[in-house]
């Protein structure tokens, strides 16, 4: 069985271009959630998809932003890039949206922005 | 609120040392679920246990060993003998029954050990 699988697993940016990353959640897995990791922030929530909507939504700009398709794969995209994008993109996928439910992580996409 | 807390920021032992790694949380449900993640150098988080509220018993696996006390909402983590492969940061979580839409992350401890 496949795990989780983000692409790209690393790119450079330069500020106020855009990226979009991508997540393939494993085979029967519905929901989609994204986090950001930064070395002083620790996991910071950006927001949970189920069935292509999004069912809630962390303490970010709006210009992060997300969609999951009808296959549940998912992507997040961030508009006009800062310096202090820069982190760790990590996908975490679940079958159902209950608590009981172990989130699956991705490897993760390493943003860097100069 | 919800909330997780690790207090320790970054641990150092020697090798074949036991650690143990303090995780506190708040809560307002009687139903949730409490989770230790590892992170490797290679940044995928890896699943080591989930806890119901339930279920107070200490689990034993191999070298892990988890201790919950609702009484002190904690759910702490001792690795024995530690080992090398063992360097890692480790993240606890919590998950509430009634919403579920939301994983609240500690901001994890970083284990370092030294051969």
């Known amino acids: 069985k496949a795990g989780v699988t983000q692409t790209p697993r690393y790119l450079i940016k330069t500020r106020g271009q855009q990226v979009t990353l991508s997540c393939s959640p494993i085979?029967?897995?519905?929901?989609v959630s994204w986090y950001q990791q930064t070395p002083g922030q620790g996991l910071q929530f950006l927001f949970e998809y189920f069935s292509e909507t999004q069912r809630n939504k962390g303490n970010f700009p709006g210009r992060f932003s997300g969609r999951q398709f009808s296959n549940s794969r998912s992507e997040m995209n961030v508009s006009t890039l800062e310096l202090g994008d820069s982190a760790l993109y990590l996908c975490?996928?679940?079958?159902?949206?209950?608590?009981?439910?172990?989130?699956?992580f991705g490897a993760g996409s390493r943003l860097t922005v100069l | 609120a919800q909330k997780v807390t690790q207090a320790q920021t970054e641990i150092s032992v020697v090798e074949k040392e036991d650690v143990t790694l303090d995780c506190v949380y708040e809560t307002r449900d009687t139903t949730y679920y409490l989770f230790w993640y590892k992170q490797p150098p290679s940044g995928e988080l890896v699943f080591l246990i989930r806890?119901?509220?339930?279920?107070?018993q200490n689990e034993i696996s191999g070298r892990y060993s988890w201790n919950f006390q609702k009484s002190t909402s904690s759910f702490n983590f001792t690795i024995t003998a530690s080992q090398v492969v063992d360097s890692a940061v480790y993240f606890c979580?919590?998950?509430?029954?009634?919403?579920?839409?939301?994983?609240?992350f500690g901001t994890g401890t970083s284990l370092t050990v030294i051969p």
């Open positions: 085979s029967g897995h519905r929901s």
């Open positions: 975490a996928t679940r079958g159902q949206l209950s608590g009981a439910n172990v989130l699956t």
């Open positions: 979580a919590l998950s509430e029954a009634l919403t579920g839409n939301q994983f609240y």
């Open positions: 806890r119901n509220s339930f279920d107070e």
